[in-house]
């Protein structure tokens, strides 16, 4: 966002910034600062001379250099992380003009994995505050707080909030929560061109059931436990409706929520407002993009899928949602595309035994408590030490636990034999060597996507699911790995992160200006992702490189506005697609800067 003295005129090539700032003001406004690269006529209108080196920098050139040797001489992902941020608040041209010239080396550190070791440690290390902070505490401030960002209605085109819930696999963090809405939203700038000052990440302050949070002096968010029910869903009503009065173009991205909140809100605003759950809907998509291109590697048809899914939260649900709907397009009906999928998660398998335990969007998935009467159960008594963060799964497992044991993984794996297996558990080694065997025993192609984030919670990696299976896997991860070499062949992990698929998503959305973000669109980014990566010799990734996200976020983009177009819910009517979603691309180069 550019300081109230600032505003920006013209399009494309003619665009241009005028400032009514002089001096130090320019050069503290993260926004206007070009640094060295400021021309001598830049440096005399406005009141530079002498605040800078008189060495003038031929545009971006010298500081990328100077700024890629500073990143690269710290010391840990974390330091790069930081100093990362630290550039952004000094000069934002600069830090995505670097971000996207070394986006391979820099996504995971900017964004995931690292960006949830920033998060644990977010109270020590922030530094200048980004975004804005609402409290449930004072649901009767939030648009003044919103306001206060200092945007008008037209100004604003995206906003990420979160309430950090369930931030990637590593549970409640509070108001540090703020860096994941930052650190999406610079993904969305980085890969698809959305605006960065037109954009406001927001975290929803609801309390914390983090005692370590709750323990640490430093820390910044409100010190009280997590705010649920009414009062909730009323803070969430009042923030939706002041974003919609205050923003009314924008969209909303909700970011790692936990499960039943996710849904329920979801359920509540998506027909109302341009909205979408990304660990829902953008992962559901990326990994149904993923999966488009292995089924037809594996040479088998969609209505031949049997899919065991572990971890039945909200990425896992949203997941099966997505495999669902892809079976029914192939002419399976609803319910048998249903049957088709099982779900595990710390009760074991899923069945309909359990239903007064089940949360309501795993109901439909229940397998018939008769149908799997025969199958052994294991004993249940060691719940992992995670349990308190889903009380209803750890509820009903404790209650297995009593009544006969619990249906695992590798019980599932051996009675249903699947084709597809996905892991959303949050927890590592979960997809064990003997397990894996199992179902490659019984499949030509397994297809085998272990996805929980950070890294470290991967529930196998892609070397061990490789050697495995001899090499016959077809595998994607959530976070990035290296490529891996097995019997001479190399094999490029493709990977199944949602920020292959929300950026080109979140911006078709915003330049069709949709009135809502439906189903078809969030098929048809899918089919764009998976359209990248058609390359099936050995060891090809499933999914584009990111090193390519600019032009696959493009192509997204491109196919979801089509499709909201031709659902006629585009508010915004263009005769060429592509050239609409070109022309709105942002671009780290630097405006000229006019003196008012
Ligand atoms: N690759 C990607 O793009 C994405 C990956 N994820 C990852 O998926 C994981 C889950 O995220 P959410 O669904 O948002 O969390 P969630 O909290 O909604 O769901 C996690 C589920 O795993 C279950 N679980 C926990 N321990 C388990 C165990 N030992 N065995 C079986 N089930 C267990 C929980 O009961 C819960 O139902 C996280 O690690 C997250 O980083 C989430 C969204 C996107
Ligand atoms: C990638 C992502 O959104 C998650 O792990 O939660
Ligand atoms: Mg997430």
Known sequence: MFSRQAKITGIGCSRKIETSARGCDVLRDPALNKG????????????????????ISNELEPQLTRALTAYRKAPTDLDKHIYMWRLHDNNVTLFYALLQRHLMEMLPVVYDPVVGEAIEQYSEIITRPRGVFLSINEPDEIEEKLSAFGASADDIDLLVASDAEEILGIGDWGANGIDISIGKLAVYTAAAGVDPHRVIP??????????????????????????????????????????????????????????????????????????????????????????????????????????????????????????????????????????????????????????????????????????????????????????TRWPAMAALRSEKAQNGGVIDLAEVVKKVRPTILIGTSTT?????????????????????????????????????????????????????????????VSYTIGQANNAALYPGLGFGAIVSRASHVSDEMIFAAAQAVASQATDATPGAALLPSNADLRATSSVVAVAVASKAQEQNIAQEKFTDVI???NSAQWWPIYQPVIAI
Do not use: C
């Open 202 to 387: 927001i975290v929803l302050d609801v309390g914390t059931n983090n005692q370590k949070l709750l323990n640490d002096p430093l820390y910044i968010g409100y010190r009280h436990s997590r705010v649920v029910g009414e009062v909730y869903d009323n803070f969430i009503d009042a923030y939706v409706r002041a974003a919609k009065k205050l923003f009314p173009r924008a969209m909303l991205h909700w970011e790692d929520f936990g499960s039943t909140n996710a849904r329920r809100i979801l359920s509540r605003f998506r027909d109302k407002v341009p909205t979408f759950n990304d660990d829902m809907q953008g992962t559901g998509a990326i990994v149904l993009g993923a999966l488009l291109n292995a089924v037809r590697r594996s040479d088998t048809l969609w209505s031949d899928q049997r899919v065991v899914i572990l971890g039945a939260g909200t990425a896992g649900v949203g997941i099966a949602d997505q495999i669902r709907d892809q079976m029914v397009r192939h002419g399976v009906s609803q319910d048998e595309a249903t049957r088709r999928i099982w779900l595990v998660d710390l009760p074991g398998l899923l069945t309909d035994d359990m239903k007064h335990g089940l949360l309501d969007f795993q109901v439909s998935y229940a397998r018939p408590a008769a149908e799997v009467q025969a199958w052994s159960r294991v004993s249940a008594d060691m719940l992992p030490a995670t349990q």
């Open 428 to 488: 590592p080694h979960l997809f064990t060597e003997e397990l894996v065997k199992d179902m490659a025993s019984h499949v030509e192609r397994p297809i085998i996507f272990p996805l929980s984030n950070p890294t470290n919670l991967h529930e196998a990696t892609p070397a061990q699911l490789i050697e495995w299976t001899d090499g016959r896997v077809l595998v994607a991860t959530g976070a990035p790995f290296e490529n891996v070499t097995f019997k001479g």
């Open 579 to 581: 050239e609409a979603v």
């Open 36 to 55: 060295s690269a400021f021309t001598q006529e830049e440096r005399n209108s406005l009141g530079l001379n002498g605040l800078l080196p008189p060495v």
